[in-house]
């Protein structure tokens, strides 16, 4: 047998397997850190942040004049005082019309100039993006003399219109930015394969576009809705008589310059707070897939 021969018949050497990399203890042990060091520091967060509702909560139920830690005996006279001597129930409805008015305003618009912005191309679309993101650093305390004006020769002054107006206008850049970016990551050719079915473009973005914008179209909603309940400038300046006041004017009318009613102002506080952490409390699933639709690959 030649040497070539034997070279080619000659079984091919046995490479040894490389040992996988042992990881570095180092990173290990940054990855496994003890679980205290993750708990201390919530713990501690969560405590200052639950000890001040715990605070409202206290002076809302015990009884005027106690100084007792623990709401007890449990009363709830603030609880009536508030909504039937200082007229929180009025204010409780305003403040419902108002913020449920705001949200369908701002999301109908927004939906309609998200989808323009994110579907259609024209001259001033850059120019329009850059007046939209310049309108948020402007403060609304700027405009309420031109606001006022121009609600005073519309003949709105005192009327809900005005600050749902106002509150709309205020919300919609942001809400129109927000909007776009969720159509963007719908793909376009499901439009398409609509209209190639024999879908107008209104009927494909009915049925195709607007199923897929649900978690975007609740949290612009949510955000608009909780903007409008909290906000107190606009229904300051805009709202005179008592009857048309909301919650943050009425929270303010509780307190004067001699003395400040704590159980009441606790109370108005509750009741201020109550619609919105059951708001959050039902969307939150739809508001956190809202937030992380723009990393969802379109």
Known sequence: MSVE??????PAPVRATPEPARPDKRNRAWDEAPRWQIYL?????LLFTLIPFYWILLFSL????STSLVP??????HFEKVWTDRSFGTYFANSVLVGVATLLMTTLVALAGGYALARFDFR???GFMLALLCSQFVPGALLLVPLFEIFAELRMINSLGSVILAETVFQLPLSMILISNFIKNVPYSLEEAAWVDGCNRMTAFRIVVLPLLRP??????????VHSWNHFLFALMFLNNQDKQTIPVGLNSLM??????LGALAAGGIIAAVPVVIVFAFIQKWLITGFSAGAVKG
């Not at 520091?41 to 967060?45: A, E, K, M, R, S």
């Not at 015990?62 to 004049?65: D, K, S, T, V």
């Not at 007890?72 to 006279?77: C, E, G, K, L, Q």
């Not at 975007?216 to 809705?225: E, P, R, T």
């Open 5 to 10: 021969e034997a070279v080619k018949t000659a």
């Open 41 to 45: 520091p919530l713990g501690i967060y």
């Open 62 to 65: 015990r009884p005027a004049g």
């Open 72 to 77: 007890w005996p449990v009363t709830f006279d």
């Open 124 to 126: 001033i679309k850059r």
């Open 216 to 225: 975007g179209l609740i949290a612009v909603g949510s955000f608009a809705f």
């Open 256 to 261: 004067s310059a001699d003395s400040v009613d």
